[in-house]
């Protein structure tokens, strides 16, 4: 069973930068289609960005070309570089693993705010 621990939220200014780390645990996540989500106070979670196995990458319109995900497969580490921040980035940021089955991370906040 795959656990994931997120980490690298917190307070930044408007068109600042952040860089979010999801370590897992298990030998099996290099195989598992690897996500980052977000949720905003009062709405749903909604998908920021998915890497595949092979490195294949897709992005939510309201943040291509301003955030990039990543995967370090050696390390057991997922990534998502969060670029020119805005105040409606704030939420808190889930990774998820899926492979045959799903596991959520806690989540870590990020809070963009002057």
């Known amino acids: 069973q795959v656990q994931l621990v997120e980490s690298g939220g917190g307070l930044v200014q408007p068109g600042g930068s952040l860089r979010l780390s999801c370590a897992a645990s298990?030998?099996?996540?290099?195989?598992?289609?690897m996500g980052w989500y977000r949720q905003a106070p009062g709405q749903e979670r909604e998908l920021v960005a998915t890497?595949?196995?092979?490195?294949?990458?897709n992005y939510a319109v309201s943040v291509k070309g301003r955030f990039t995900i990543s995967r370090d497969n050696a390390k057991n580490t997922l990534y998502l570089h969060l670029n020119s921040l805005k105040p409606e980035d704030t939420a808190v940021y889930y990774c998820?693993?899926?492979?045959?089955?799903?596991?959520w991370g806690q989540g870590t906040q990020v809070t963009v705010s002057s």
């Open positions: 998820r693993y899926t492979a045959g089955s799903t596991v």
């Open positions: 298990g030998s099996i996540f290099r195989f598992g289609i």
């Open positions: 890497i595949t196995s092979v490195g294949s990458t």
